[in-house]
């Protein structure tokens, strides 16, 4: 009932743009801070963005800082992820997850999408 979607995952040349959506169903995104996850080939899972419920507040990891914008769209009940300027080290699922608590943060999250796959390469 209560569900997370990823869409928007695909394969893209170095450079390029891709932009990830996370919309929601079953409840309502207005009232959760949003985080967006990825995990690499053989690497550990780690925190990619947050944004708070309102979108006032958002955070960004040192490697995708400067190329990767997180929104949401309350009344469409959607997250996006923006990414610009790919790099083959942005290759790996990513998920997107929700949490009740407040403000911007990689902790905590009740629900998660079951992930979606950007693949950079050339």
């Known amino acids: 009932q209560l569900q997370l979607v990823e869409s928007g995952g695909g394969l893209v040349q170095p450079g390029g743009s891709l932009r990830l959506s996370c919309a929601a169903s079953g409840f309502r995104l207005d009232n959760y801070v949003i985080s967006w996850f990825r995990q690499a080939p053989g690497k550990e899972r780690e925190g990619v963005s947050c944004?708070?419920?309102?979108?006032?507040?958002?955070n960004y990891a040192d490697s995708v800082k400067g190329r990767f914008t997180i929104s949401r769209d309350n009344a469409k009940n959607t997250v996006y992820l923006q990414m610009n300027s790919l790099k083959p080290e942005d290759t790996a699922v990513y998920y997107c997850a929700a949490g009740i608590t407040y403000g911007c943060h990689y902790y905590g999250m009740n629900y998660w999408g079951k992930g979606t796959l950007v693949t950079v390469s050339s």
């Open positions: 944004i708070s419920s309102s979108g006032g507040s958002t």
